[in-house]
């Protein structure tokens, strides 16, 4: 008898006290990028994704690069940012905020596929890099690691760099006008930018990506603040299967993509038509995955041209374990 009276204390204690709370959702604030297309399908798609707005919701700030997105990580406004190298040795070496890289987000060069440029007016008589002394050059972020790029090149090619060569800053969308006014000689496009630019016909390619690195690279990647990592692992790969589920819609319904990027960055359709999702894209993997083989090399270029102070091995930090089983 007593068995029982305790028994309904508890079940009627459980009933008082109700159903247990749901779990609140964890709010991720992500860097990104025009250029980073399957953000733009998780925002309009959400019906193709299994977990958002279940166990995470996503406040999108979208930036003209790495060099702008990772110190906003740094400064606490993000969780998780494309990145690149230099950017990111800043971080963690300099700000001391250790980020780690959970997925790939676009590769230059592999297998064909679009290898960022940098374009100069048909007319300029810039034949090579060496001729670039005393020009402009337009980037679109100072700091970053197309700028640094640029650098690297340069200095390559033989011209001192502070003394022969200004580099300044441009929206990613006005740098092909930019070039054709003469307001600066040469710049790096990203797609969709150089696709609408070289179909003009009055441009021409005087480098690419793997011109500087020696071959193609693992050049953009997501990273997260590695403390939000570890404080909230769960939502974090809900995320990158998300993330994963809306490149593969993308590819496997290339012509509503397509349509959707196009109306989004007020692109003419056959212009997206043209390159989006096709090897004059950058490569997005259907795995998320990445090398540090295929991302070493900038590293390396970046510290024996003195643009960070020391080598690191980006190997350690790099963790795919958040990419689905």
Same mark, same amino acid.
């Not at 305790?6 to 159903?19: C, K, N, R, W």
């Not at 011109?211 to 590695?226: C, K, L, N, Q, S």
């Given at each position: 008898?007593?068995?029982?009276?305790?028994?309904?204390?508890?079940?009627?204690?459980?009933?008082?006290?109700?159903?247990?709370?749901?779990?609140?959702?964890?709010?991720?604030?992500?860097?990104?990028?025009?250029?980073?297309?399957?953000?733009?399908?998780?925002?309009?798609?959400?019906?193709?994704?299994?977990?958002?707005?279940?166990?995470?919701?996503?406040?999108?700030?979208?930036? /003209?690069?790495?060099?702008?997105?990772?110190?906003?990580?740094?400064?606490?406004?993000?969780?998780?940012?494309?990145?690149?190298?230099?950017?990111?040795?800043?971080?963690?070496?300099?700000?001391?905020?250790?980020?780690?890289?959970?997925?790939?987000?676009?590769?230059?060069?592999?297998?064909?596929?679009?290898?960022?440029a940098a374009v100069v007016r048909k007319d300029s008589g810039i034949n090579a890099v060496a001729d670039l002394k005393g020009k402009t050059f337009g980037v679109n972020a100072i700091g970053g690691t197309?700028?640094?790029?640029?650098?690297?090149?340069?200095?390559?090619?033989?011209?001192?760099?502070?003394?022969?060569?200004?580099?300044?800053?441009?929206?990613?969308?006005?740098?092909?006008?930019?070039?054709?006014?003469?307001?600066?000689?040469?710049?790096?496009?990203?797609?969709?930018?150089?696709?609408? /630019?070289?179909?003009?016909?009055?441009?021409?390619?005087?480098?690419?990506?793997?011109?500087?690195?020696?071959?193609?690279?693992?050049?953009?990647?997501?990273?997260?603040?590695?403390?939000?990592?570890? /404080?909230?692992?769960?939502?974090?790969?809900?995320?990158?299967?998300?993330?994963?589920?809306?490149?593969?819609?993308?590819?496997?319904?290339?012509?509503?993509?397509?349509?959707?990027?196009?109306?989004?960055?007020?692109?003419?359709?056959?212009?997206?038509?043209?390159?989006?999702?096709?090897?004059?894209?950058?490569?997005?993997?259907?795995?998320?995955?990445?090398?540090?083989?295929?991302?070493?090399?900038?590293?390396? /270029?970046?510290?024996?041209?003195?643009?960070?102070?020391?080598?690191?091995?980006?190997?350690?930090?790099?963790?795919?374990?958040?990419?689905?089983?």
């Amino acid at each position: 008898m007593k068995s029982l009276l305790s028994a309904a204390v508890l079940v009627s204690s459980l009933l008082a006290a109700g159903p247990a709370p749901a779990q609140d959702k964890v709010k991720i604030r992500v860097g990104t990028h025009i250029a980073i297309s399957t953000h733009l399908f998780m925002q309009k798609k959400p019906e193709v994704l299994k977990n958002m707005g279940k166990t995470y919701e996503v406040e999108w700030v979208r930036f /003209a690069g790495s060099g702008d997105a990772l110190p906003a990580l740094v400064a606490g406004k993000l969780d998780g940012a494309l990145a690149t190298p230099f950017p990111m040795f800043n971080a963690i070496y300099q700000s001391k905020v250790p980020v780690t890289v959970v997925h790939q987000l676009l590769s230059f060069g592999f297998d064909g596929h679009y290898d960022d440029a940098a374009v100069v007016r048909k007319d300029s008589g810039i034949n090579a890099v060496a001729d670039l002394k005393g020009k402009t050059f337009g980037v679109n972020a100072i700091g970053g690691t197309v700028e640094q790029g640029v650098r690297i090149i340069a200095r390559k090619n033989g011209l001192n760099v502070d003394r022969d060569l200004t580099i300044v800053e441009g929206r990613p969308p006005f740098l092909p006008a930019m070039v054709r006014d003469n307001k600066v000689q040469a710049a790096v496009l990203f797609q969709p930018f150089y696709e609408e /630019a070289m179909a003009k016909g009055d441009l021409k390619v005087l480098f690419t990506a793997s011109d500087i690195y020696g071959g193609p690279t693992d050049y953009v990647f997501m990273a997260f603040d590695e403390k939000f990592l570890k /404080a909230n692992g769960r939502a974090v790969r809900d995320y990158v299967e998300d993330y994963l589920r809306a490149v593969n819609w993308s590819l496997d319904n290339r012509a509503e993509a397509v349509k959707i990027y196009a109306e989004q960055w007020k692109l003419p359709l056959p212009v997206a038509e043209s390159y989006l999702l096709t090897k004059k894209d950058y490569l997005v993997r259907r795995d998320g995955r990445l090398d540090a083989k295929a991302i070493q090399p900038i590293v390396d /270029a970046l510290a024996a041209n003195g643009f960070i102070s020391q080598r690191f091995d980006i190997s350690k930090h790099i963790d795919l374990s958040y990419l689905p089983k």
